[in-house]
């Protein structure tokens, strides 16, 4: 049987060591960086948290070229509580006379029902004429309903939107609507009935996540 020298037996046990430490300063290095991952992490929702809060409790409802009503759910052709909430905030603003046009923005899940087709419908019941309405109906989310809301202000020489939505979406559309040159005037629906603490909850990480994933350009 062939013996191991002393000589190659140290240079083995040198290598085992060396080995063994590179092991552990990248054990440690992969630590650091999950832990200052972490730490910015915390920092960025942090910060973004407080963003989306001080901006929820901005109105600044003035008279404008149009308003824009963001979707929300729709069951098969009649609006959710929520979507409901919007329309009836738009459709006092437009009451009002702080815009001539109305734009319902939101598409669907089904080739019948939509969104915006929901809200033109709320407003034609309500003694809107149909050509004051424009019924946006192929977006699928914020950052789509921005962009078809950014074309039309071009195609319709828009100069300034009145943006209806709920207090924590406001932060959102305030930014996707400045990087498409857009410019809102935030006019948030009154919530109506108190929003338990879980469901609050669940808005703010809804806006955050979808916030965080369009900077990263992955929304």
């Known amino acids: 049987m062939h013996m191991m020298r002393s000589g190659e037996h140290s240079q083995a046990e040198e290598q085992d060591r060396t080995t063994g430490k590179a092991h552990r300063v990248l054990r440690r ?4 960086l999950v832990l200052l991952a972490a730490i910015a992490s915390c920092v960025w929702f942090w910060w973004l948290f407080l963003q989306i809060r001080r901006t929820s409790l901005i109105d ?6 149009a308003i824009a009503v963001f979707g929300a759910a ?27 046009l109305i734009i319902c923005l939101g598409g669907g899940t089904s080739p019948q029902y939509s969104e ?3 809200g033109q419908a709320f407003f034609l019941s309500h003694g809107v004429p149909d050509s004051r309405i ?8 914020t950052e789509e309903s921005v962009a078809r809301l950014a ?24 930014q996707l609507s400045l990087a498409q040159g857009l410019h809102v005037l935030l006019s948030p629906r ?30």
Do not use: C
């Open 29 to 32: 290095l992969v630590a650091y």
């Open 60 to 65: 600044q409802t003035a008279p404008a070229d």
């Open 74 to 100: 729709e069951y098969r052709g009649r609006p959710s509580p929520v979507l409901n909430a919007r329309l009836q905030h738009a459709l006092d603003l437009y009451q009002r006379g702080l815009a001539p």
């Open 116 to 118: 915006g087709a929901v």
């Open 134 to 141: 424009i019924a946006e109906t192929t977006s699928n989310d």
């Open 151 to 174: 074309a039309i202000a071009r195609e319709n020489h828009l100069q300034t939107i009145l943006a209806v939505s709920d207090r924590t979406h406001m932060f959102r559309i305030q």
């Open 190 to 219: 009154e919530s109506g009935k108190s929003v338990s603490k879980l469901e609050l909850a669940e808005r703010y990480a809804h806006e955050m996540a979808g916030y965080t994933l369009w900077r990263l350009h992955l929304y």
